[in-house]
Protein backbone atom coordinates (compact mmCIF):
# COMPACT_ATOMS: atom_id res chain seq x y z
CA UNK A 1 0.00 0.00 0.00
CA UNK A 2 0.97 3.42 -0.48
CA UNK A 3 0.60 5.99 3.09
CA UNK A 4 -0.48 9.28 3.01
CA UNK A 5 2.36 10.72 3.07
CA UNK A 6 3.32 9.07 -0.23
CA UNK A 7 -0.36 9.89 -1.82
CA UNK A 8 0.26 13.84 -0.53
CA UNK A 9 3.90 14.64 0.17
CA UNK A 10 2.68 18.06 1.65
CA UNK A 11 -0.15 17.23 3.53
CA UNK A 12 1.07 18.70 7.58
CA UNK A 13 -1.51 17.07 9.51
CA UNK A 14 -3.79 13.81 9.13
CA UNK A 15 -6.90 12.47 11.58
CA UNK A 16 -6.44 8.62 11.71
CA UNK A 17 -6.58 5.89 14.38
CA UNK A 18 -4.44 3.55 16.41
CA UNK A 19 -4.34 0.22 14.99
CA UNK A 20 -2.18 -1.31 17.74
CA UNK A 21 0.71 -0.31 20.75
CA UNK A 22 3.25 -2.90 21.48
CA UNK A 23 6.45 -2.65 23.83
CA UNK A 24 9.52 -2.17 22.00
CA UNK A 25 12.95 -0.65 21.98
CA UNK A 26 15.10 2.03 20.19
CA UNK A 27 18.67 1.72 19.81
CA UNK A 28 19.84 5.27 19.87
CA UNK A 29 23.24 7.28 20.19
CA UNK A 30 23.33 10.62 22.47
CA UNK A 31 26.86 12.20 22.23
CA UNK A 32 28.94 9.20 20.62
CA UNK A 33 27.51 6.65 23.15
CA UNK A 34 24.91 3.97 22.23
CA UNK A 35 22.00 2.84 24.31
CA UNK A 36 18.54 1.50 24.56
CA UNK A 37 14.96 3.59 24.94
CA UNK A 38 12.14 1.44 26.33
CA UNK A 39 8.95 2.15 24.88
CA UNK A 40 6.07 1.34 22.38
CA UNK A 41 5.87 0.81 18.52
CA UNK A 42 2.23 2.03 17.18
CA UNK A 43 0.74 1.00 14.14
CA UNK A 44 -1.92 3.20 12.41
CA UNK A 45 -4.61 2.91 10.31
CA UNK A 46 -2.55 4.88 8.22
CA UNK A 47 0.40 8.07 7.90
CA UNK A 48 1.47 11.06 7.08
CA UNK A 49 4.99 10.19 8.70
CA UNK A 50 7.52 8.63 6.00
CA UNK A 51 9.10 5.20 7.18
CA UNK A 52 13.01 5.36 6.49
CA UNK A 53 13.53 3.81 3.20
CA UNK A 54 14.74 4.07 -0.73
CA UNK A 55 18.01 6.16 0.95
CA UNK A 56 15.82 8.67 2.38
CA UNK A 57 15.69 9.16 6.33
CA UNK A 58 12.47 8.65 8.56
CA UNK A 59 10.12 11.54 9.46
CA UNK A 60 9.59 12.80 13.24
CA UNK A 61 6.33 13.98 14.41
CA UNK A 62 3.48 14.06 17.14
CA UNK A 63 0.86 11.69 17.30
CA UNK A 64 -1.65 14.13 19.65
CA UNK A 65 1.32 15.05 22.02
CA UNK A 66 3.43 12.29 21.62
CA UNK A 67 6.56 12.62 19.84
CA UNK A 68 7.31 10.12 17.51
CA UNK A 69 10.98 9.51 17.75
CA UNK A 70 11.59 7.10 14.67
CA UNK A 71 9.38 5.81 12.03
CA UNK A 72 10.04 2.25 9.91
CA UNK A 73 8.48 0.04 7.50
CA UNK A 74 7.65 -3.59 8.31
CA UNK A 75 6.25 -4.60 4.73
CA UNK A 76 3.40 -2.83 4.10
CA UNK A 77 2.72 -1.39 7.97
CA UNK A 78 4.67 1.85 9.49
CA UNK A 79 5.62 1.18 12.89
CA UNK A 80 6.12 4.72 15.10
CA UNK A 81 8.20 4.33 17.93
CA UNK A 82 7.03 6.62 21.03
CA UNK A 83 7.88 6.36 24.81
CA UNK A 84 4.19 6.61 25.98
CA UNK A 85 1.62 4.07 24.62
CA UNK A 86 -1.53 5.12 22.96
CA UNK A 87 -4.83 3.22 23.56
CA UNK A 88 -6.10 1.43 20.34
CA UNK A 89 -8.78 2.08 18.49
CA UNK A 90 -8.32 5.81 19.50
CA UNK A 91 -8.38 8.79 17.11
CA UNK A 92 -5.44 10.49 16.94
CA UNK A 93 -4.17 13.49 15.01
CA UNK A 94 -0.84 13.42 13.24
CA UNK A 95 1.53 16.49 13.09
CA UNK A 96 4.66 16.38 10.38
CA UNK A 97 8.05 17.72 11.83
CA UNK A 98 7.40 19.64 8.21
CA UNK A 99 11.07 21.78 8.15
CA UNK A 100 12.78 18.24 8.54
CA UNK A 101 9.86 16.74 5.67
CA UNK A 102 10.56 19.63 3.12
CA UNK A 103 14.03 19.70 3.59
CA UNK A 104 14.08 15.75 2.62
CA UNK A 105 11.96 16.11 -0.08
CA UNK A 106 14.29 18.98 -1.47
CA UNK A 107 17.59 16.85 -1.32
CA UNK A 108 15.89 13.31 -2.54
CA UNK A 109 14.05 15.26 -5.71
CA UNK A 110 17.58 16.65 -5.72
CA UNK A 111 19.56 13.27 -6.33
CA UNK A 112 17.00 12.09 -8.80
CA UNK A 113 17.54 15.27 -10.96
CA UNK A 114 21.62 14.89 -10.53
CA UNK A 115 21.44 11.28 -10.78
CA UNK A 116 19.61 11.89 -14.18
CA UNK A 117 21.74 14.35 -15.88
CA UNK A 118 24.87 13.25 -14.63
CA UNK A 119 23.75 9.56 -16.83
CA UNK A 120 22.07 11.67 -19.74
CA UNK A 121 25.21 13.57 -19.93
CA UNK A 122 28.33 11.80 -19.52
CA UNK A 123 26.42 8.28 -19.04
CA UNK A 124 27.52 8.03 -15.46
CA UNK A 125 25.61 5.72 -13.19
CA UNK A 126 24.52 6.13 -9.61
CA UNK A 127 25.43 2.85 -7.70
CA UNK A 128 23.85 4.40 -4.68
CA UNK A 129 23.29 7.57 -2.35
CA UNK A 130 23.17 9.15 1.35
CA UNK A 131 21.07 11.61 2.57
CA UNK A 132 22.95 13.34 5.15
CA UNK A 133 22.64 15.56 7.78
CA UNK A 134 24.34 18.39 6.58
CA UNK A 135 25.30 17.03 2.55
CA UNK A 136 24.14 14.70 0.49
CA UNK A 137 26.20 12.23 -1.62
CA UNK A 138 25.93 10.35 -4.78
CA UNK A 139 27.93 7.41 -5.40
CA UNK A 140 29.05 7.66 -9.41
CA UNK A 141 30.23 4.77 -10.99
CA UNK A 142 33.02 6.59 -13.09
CA UNK A 143 36.89 6.70 -11.54
CA UNK A 144 36.34 10.39 -11.70
CA UNK A 145 34.23 13.14 -12.66
CA UNK A 146 36.41 16.23 -14.20
CA UNK A 147 35.79 19.40 -12.62
CA UNK A 148 34.41 21.02 -16.17
CA UNK A 149 31.87 18.02 -16.15
CA UNK A 150 31.12 19.13 -12.64
CA UNK A 151 30.43 22.49 -13.53
CA UNK A 152 28.49 21.66 -16.74
CA UNK A 153 26.38 19.55 -14.76
CA UNK A 154 25.83 22.32 -12.09
CA UNK A 155 24.60 24.48 -14.74
CA UNK A 156 22.38 22.44 -16.47
CA UNK A 157 20.79 21.14 -13.21
CA UNK A 158 19.90 24.63 -12.06
CA UNK A 159 18.40 25.01 -15.70
CA UNK A 160 16.02 22.65 -15.08
CA UNK A 161 14.94 23.97 -11.66
CA UNK A 162 14.41 27.41 -13.75
CA UNK A 163 12.09 25.46 -16.04
CA UNK A 164 9.58 25.06 -13.62
CA UNK A 165 9.06 21.21 -14.72
CA UNK A 166 6.81 19.75 -12.95
CA UNK A 167 7.06 16.08 -10.43
CA UNK A 168 4.38 13.51 -10.83
CA UNK A 169 3.46 10.33 -8.97
CA UNK A 170 2.35 7.41 -10.83
CA UNK A 171 1.16 4.18 -9.68
CA UNK A 172 1.37 1.17 -11.65
CA UNK A 173 0.89 -2.59 -11.14
CA UNK A 174 4.09 -4.83 -11.08
CA UNK A 175 3.14 -6.41 -14.16
CA UNK A 176 2.60 -3.32 -15.97
CA UNK A 177 4.56 -3.41 -18.82
CA UNK A 178 5.71 0.30 -18.02
CA UNK A 179 7.49 -0.51 -15.23
CA UNK A 180 10.65 -1.85 -17.81
CA UNK A 181 11.22 1.23 -18.77
CA UNK A 182 11.53 3.09 -15.73
CA UNK A 183 14.80 3.28 -13.70
CA UNK A 184 15.22 1.27 -10.74
CA UNK A 185 18.06 -0.45 -8.77
CA UNK A 186 15.32 -3.12 -7.40
CA UNK A 187 12.22 -3.46 -4.90
CA UNK A 188 12.49 -4.73 -1.26
CA UNK A 189 11.67 -8.42 -1.03
CA UNK A 190 9.44 -7.08 1.26
CA UNK A 191 7.36 -5.03 -0.94
CA UNK A 192 3.88 -4.97 -1.45
CA UNK A 193 1.22 -2.91 -3.33
CA UNK A 194 1.76 -1.02 -6.73
CA UNK A 195 4.78 0.25 -7.79
CA UNK A 196 5.48 4.13 -7.37
CA UNK A 197 7.27 5.63 -10.46
CA UNK A 198 8.69 9.59 -9.70
CA UNK A 199 8.41 11.13 -13.07
CA UNK A 200 10.20 14.55 -13.44
CA UNK A 201 8.90 15.24 -16.83
CA UNK A 202 10.65 14.71 -19.69
CA UNK A 203 14.14 13.76 -17.86
CA UNK A 204 13.61 11.19 -15.44
CA UNK A 205 11.00 8.20 -14.67
CA UNK A 206 12.47 6.73 -11.75
CA UNK A 207 10.69 3.72 -9.05
CA UNK A 208 10.84 5.13 -5.74
CA UNK A 209 8.78 5.43 -2.34
CA UNK A 210 10.45 8.85 -1.19
CA UNK A 211 8.81 11.99 -0.72
CA UNK A 212 9.38 14.63 -3.52
CA UNK A 213 8.74 17.75 -4.65
CA UNK A 214 5.83 18.53 -7.06
CA UNK A 215 7.94 20.80 -9.30
CA UNK A 216 11.16 21.50 -9.64
CA UNK A 217 11.15 25.02 -8.73
CA UNK A 218 10.73 24.00 -5.15
CA UNK A 219 14.21 22.73 -5.67
CA UNK A 220 15.45 26.68 -5.23
CA UNK A 221 18.64 25.94 -6.17
CA UNK A 222 21.68 23.01 -6.27
CA UNK A 223 24.83 23.04 -5.31
CA UNK A 224 27.48 20.62 -6.61
CA UNK A 225 30.29 21.16 -3.30
CA UNK A 226 32.88 18.51 -5.29
CA UNK A 227 34.00 14.74 -5.18
CA UNK A 228 35.56 12.65 -3.31
CA UNK A 229 37.30 9.33 -4.28
CA UNK A 230 34.99 6.53 -3.26
CA UNK A 231 34.80 2.71 -3.22
CA UNK A 232 36.75 1.04 -6.30
CA UNK A 233 36.46 3.03 -9.13
CA UNK A 234 33.50 4.81 -7.61
CA UNK A 235 33.46 8.88 -7.32
CA UNK A 236 30.94 9.95 -4.51
CA UNK A 237 29.70 12.98 -5.67
CA UNK A 238 28.73 16.01 -2.81
CA UNK A 239 25.85 17.98 -3.13
CA UNK A 240 23.48 20.38 -1.29
CA UNK A 241 19.26 21.33 -2.29
CA UNK A 242 17.20 24.18 -1.29
CA UNK A 243 17.36 25.66 2.27
CA UNK A 244 20.59 24.00 2.68
CA UNK A 245 22.35 25.85 -0.24
CA UNK A 246 20.48 29.03 2.05
CA UNK A 247 22.52 28.26 5.29
CA UNK A 248 25.44 26.95 3.68
CA UNK A 249 25.45 30.19 2.55
CA UNK A 250 25.11 31.86 5.82
CA UNK A 251 27.69 30.21 7.62
CA UNK A 252 30.07 30.84 4.90
CA UNK A 253 29.07 34.64 5.26
CA UNK A 254 29.27 34.74 8.86
CA UNK A 255 33.03 32.52 8.86
CA UNK A 256 34.21 34.98 6.32
CA UNK A 257 33.26 38.28 8.99
CA UNK A 258 35.08 36.04 11.81
CA UNK A 259 37.89 35.53 9.46
CA UNK A 260 37.63 39.66 8.10
CA UNK A 261 38.24 40.47 11.72
CA UNK A 262 40.61 37.77 13.07
CA UNK A 263 43.13 38.55 9.82
CA UNK A 264 42.37 42.10 9.62
CA UNK A 265 42.27 41.62 5.51
CA UNK A 266 39.85 41.48 2.76
CA UNK A 267 37.75 37.78 1.96
CA UNK A 268 40.22 37.46 -1.28
CA UNK A 269 42.99 37.80 0.84
CA UNK A 270 41.98 35.19 3.68
CA UNK A 271 44.26 32.50 1.66
CA UNK A 272 47.41 34.10 1.34
CA UNK A 273 46.79 35.53 5.27
CA UNK A 274 46.27 32.18 6.72
CA UNK A 275 49.69 30.93 4.58
CA UNK A 276 51.59 33.45 6.08
CA UNK A 277 50.50 32.90 9.47
CA UNK A 278 51.34 28.99 9.05
CA UNK A 279 54.38 29.82 7.81
CA UNK A 280 55.10 32.05 10.89
CA UNK A 281 54.09 29.35 13.70
CA UNK A 282 56.29 27.07 12.11
CA UNK A 283 59.63 29.11 12.17
CA UNK A 284 58.07 30.18 15.25
CA UNK A 285 57.79 26.44 16.74
CA UNK A 286 61.54 25.61 14.96
CA UNK A 287 63.12 28.49 17.04
CA UNK A 288 61.10 27.23 20.10
CA UNK A 289 62.31 23.91 20.37
CA UNK A 290 65.95 24.96 19.43
CA UNK A 291 65.82 27.40 22.52
CA UNK A 292 63.90 24.24 24.68
CA UNK A 293 67.09 21.76 23.43
CA UNK A 294 69.04 24.52 24.56
CA UNK A 295 67.57 25.15 28.01
CA UNK A 296 67.52 21.29 28.56
CA UNK A 297 71.19 21.21 28.41
CA UNK A 298 71.86 24.38 30.47
CA UNK A 299 69.35 22.84 33.03
CA UNK A 300 71.38 19.46 33.33
CA UNK A 301 75.11 21.04 33.87
CA UNK A 302 73.44 23.61 36.05
CA UNK A 303 72.66 20.64 38.39
CA UNK A 304 75.60 18.69 37.81
CA UNK A 305 77.78 21.81 38.89
CA UNK A 306 75.95 22.45 42.24
CA UNK A 307 78.17 20.52 45.13
CA UNK A 308 74.64 20.54 47.24
CA UNK A 309 73.24 18.34 44.70
CA UNK A 310 72.16 15.10 45.74
CA UNK A 311 70.79 11.86 43.82
CA UNK A 312 67.19 13.25 42.65
CA UNK A 313 66.89 15.56 40.59
CA UNK A 314 62.45 16.93 39.76
CA UNK A 315 61.76 19.36 37.28
CA UNK A 316 58.00 20.52 36.29
CA UNK A 317 57.71 22.55 32.90
CA UNK A 318 55.11 23.47 31.54
CA UNK A 319 56.03 23.93 28.03
CA UNK A 320 57.88 21.30 26.54
CA UNK A 321 58.04 17.67 24.53
CA UNK A 322 59.25 14.05 25.43
CA UNK A 323 62.55 15.43 23.47
CA UNK A 324 63.11 18.10 26.02
CA UNK A 325 62.94 15.78 28.99
CA UNK A 326 65.34 12.95 27.59
CA UNK A 327 68.07 15.67 26.91
CA UNK A 328 68.14 16.29 30.33
CA UNK A 329 68.13 13.19 31.47
CA UNK A 330 71.14 11.80 29.00
CA UNK A 331 73.04 15.25 29.93
CA UNK A 332 72.86 13.61 33.62
CA UNK A 333 74.35 10.80 35.33
CA UNK A 334 70.94 8.36 35.88
CA UNK A 335 73.21 5.79 36.74
CA UNK A 336 73.88 7.62 40.37
CA UNK A 337 70.84 10.11 39.94
CA UNK A 338 66.82 9.61 39.97
CA UNK A 339 65.28 12.06 37.88
CA UNK A 340 61.62 12.39 37.38
CA UNK A 341 60.58 14.98 34.45
CA UNK A 342 57.05 16.42 34.01
CA UNK A 343 55.65 18.83 31.15
CA UNK A 344 52.39 19.94 30.71
CA UNK A 345 49.44 22.00 32.56
CA UNK A 346 49.76 22.24 36.44
CA UNK A 347 46.89 19.86 37.49
CA UNK A 348 45.91 18.84 34.16
CA UNK A 349 47.26 16.40 31.30
CA UNK A 350 51.00 15.87 30.09
CA UNK A 351 53.95 13.87 29.62
CA UNK A 352 55.90 12.38 32.49
CA UNK A 353 59.90 10.45 32.26
CA UNK A 354 61.33 8.65 35.22
CA UNK A 355 64.97 7.88 34.61
CA UNK A 356 67.96 6.31 36.83
CA UNK A 357 69.02 3.10 38.33
CA UNK A 358 67.39 0.35 36.49
CA UNK A 359 65.96 -1.26 39.78
CA UNK A 360 64.42 1.79 41.52
CA UNK A 361 63.02 3.03 37.74
CA UNK A 362 61.43 -0.36 37.77
CA UNK A 363 60.23 -0.45 41.45
CA UNK A 364 58.85 3.08 41.17
CA UNK A 365 57.89 3.46 38.14
CA UNK A 366 54.23 1.40 38.42
CA UNK A 367 53.65 3.40 41.41
CA UNK A 368 54.37 6.82 39.68
CA UNK A 369 52.35 5.87 36.46
CA UNK A 370 49.20 5.07 39.35
CA UNK A 371 49.07 8.59 40.96
CA UNK A 372 49.06 10.45 37.37
CA UNK A 373 46.65 8.10 36.09
CA UNK A 374 49.02 7.74 33.33
CA UNK A 375 49.39 5.36 30.72
CA UNK A 376 53.53 4.21 29.81
CA UNK A 377 55.84 1.88 29.93
CA UNK A 378 60.01 1.19 30.78
CA UNK A 379 62.63 -0.48 30.16
CA UNK A 380 66.76 -0.11 30.63
CA UNK A 381 66.20 2.42 33.20
CA UNK A 382 63.67 4.55 31.45
CA UNK A 383 60.09 4.86 32.36
CA UNK A 384 57.96 7.46 30.30
CA UNK A 385 54.63 7.96 28.91
CA UNK A 386 51.04 10.09 29.47
CA UNK A 387 49.93 11.35 32.29
CA UNK A 388 46.13 12.42 32.49
CA UNK A 389 46.63 14.41 35.70
CA UNK A 390 49.43 16.13 37.05
CA UNK A 391 46.96 16.72 40.50
CA UNK A 392 49.49 14.39 42.54
CA UNK A 393 52.68 15.35 41.30
CA UNK A 394 54.27 16.78 44.61
CA UNK A 395 53.46 13.41 46.16
CA UNK A 396 54.90 11.45 43.40
CA UNK A 397 57.84 14.26 44.01
CA UNK A 398 57.88 12.78 47.88
CA UNK A 399 57.40 9.12 47.23
CA UNK A 400 60.33 9.48 44.98
CA UNK A 401 62.64 11.57 47.54
CA UNK A 402 61.97 9.38 49.97
CA UNK A 403 62.97 6.31 48.17
CA UNK A 404 66.29 8.38 47.58
CA UNK A 405 66.37 8.72 51.01
CA UNK A 406 66.38 5.37 52.07
CA UNK A 407 68.52 4.48 49.48
CA UNK A 408 70.86 6.44 50.62
CA UNK A 409 70.67 5.85 54.51
CA UNK A 410 71.25 1.95 53.24
CA UNK A 411 74.11 2.50 51.51
CA UNK A 412 75.71 4.84 54.39
Known sequence: MAFQCQRDCYMKEFVTSVVSCCPAELKQEVNGKKGTLKGFNVKLQDTILFPEGGGQP????????????RVTRQGPEALHFVVTPLEEGQEVHVKVDWERRFDHMQQHSGQHLI??????????????????????????????????????????????????????????????????KVR?????????????????????????????????????????LGTEKGKKNKTNLIFLAGNRVLKYAERSYSTERSMVSLLKTGPDEHVEA?????KSV???????????????????????????RGNFFTLHKKEGDNEFMNIIANEINTEETLVFLTVGEEKGPGLFLLAGPSGAVTH???????LLQGKGAGKNGRFQGKANSMARRAEVEALLKEHCKHHTSEEE
Open 58 to 69: DDHGLIGDVPVL
Open 115 to 180: TALADTMFGYKTTSWDLGRQRSTIELDTPCVKPAQLQELEEVVNEKIRGHIPVTVQLLSIDDPAVE
Open 184 to 224: SRGLPEDHAGPIRIIDIEGIDANMCCGTHVSNLSQLQVIKL
Open 274 to 278: VDKLQ
Open 282 to 308: KLLQKTNLSLLRDMAVLIAQNFKNDPQ
Open 364 to 370: MGPQVLE
